[in-house]
């Protein structure tokens, strides 16, 4: 049923979101160098890695670390990348993931590759057994701001509450959270 949803739910909003998908590609494009799209690698379910796609933020040489990680995040910015962030366009692309079937519309955020911290207690706590999201009951419970154990424990609640319902509260809290900017550092 979740599955159905996804697709469907994917369909029904990538022809909403052509018009902002080819505005935010030009965008990208026009204002720094290097492609448009980036292929992160993240930690799905079973902790398999895929590759998720984001629009570039960051600039091409950034290293590959979680951003909170990087000694100046800013720095590393494209001059659309706050604004591509502060407004979740930059996630338009993992749609691609949603159709692929690498993730879902809600679940645990997947974790960098190199999020060992992350990975380790979310094995340990069975959170690694979902499907990962595009959003999740973490990202709407303070997104950037959350400590890493603070994070899990999120997770380990949304898997212990899993329904369509609450999937349907995940969603409607996220557009909210978008339009407030809520929990964003960077």
């Not at 204002?31 to 690698?41: A, E, F, L, R, V």
């Not at 895929?50 to 960051?58: A, D, G, S, V």
């Not at 706050?82 to 930059?90: A, E, K, M, P, T």
């Not at 679940?107 to 999740?136: E, I, K, M, W």
Request: positive net charge; hydrophobic residues 40%.
């Amino acid at each position: 049923m979740k599955r159905l949803f996804d697709l469907c739910l994917a369909l029904g909003s990538s022809g909403f979101l052509l018009a902002p998908f080819i505005f935010v590609a030009i965008l990208v494009k026009c204002t720094s160098k290097g492609p448009i799209i980036y292929w992160s690698d993240r930690v799905g379910r079973n902790n398999r890695i895929f590759k998720m796609p984001k629009f570039r933020t960051m600039l091409v040489d950034t290293p590959a670390v979680a951003t909170h990680l990087l000694p100046d995040p800013k720095q590393f910015l494209t001059p659309v990348g706050s604004f591509l962030r502060q407004s979740s366009l930059d996630e338009l692309p993992q749609l691609w993931s949603i159709f692929k079937g690498d993730m879902s519309f809600v679940g645990p955020r997947p974790a960098l590759f190199n999020q060992d911290d992350l990975v380790s207690l979310r094995t340990q706590y069975g959170v690694n057994n979902l499907q990962p999201g595009l959003t999740g009951w973490a990202q709407i419970n303070g997104r950037d701001e959350l400590p890493i154990p603070e994070k899990v424990q999120l997770d380990v609640e949304y898997m212990n509450r899993q329904s369509f319902s609450f999937d349907l509260k995940i969603i409607f809290n996220t557009f909210v959270k978008v339009l407030k900017k809520d929990g964003i550092a960077h």
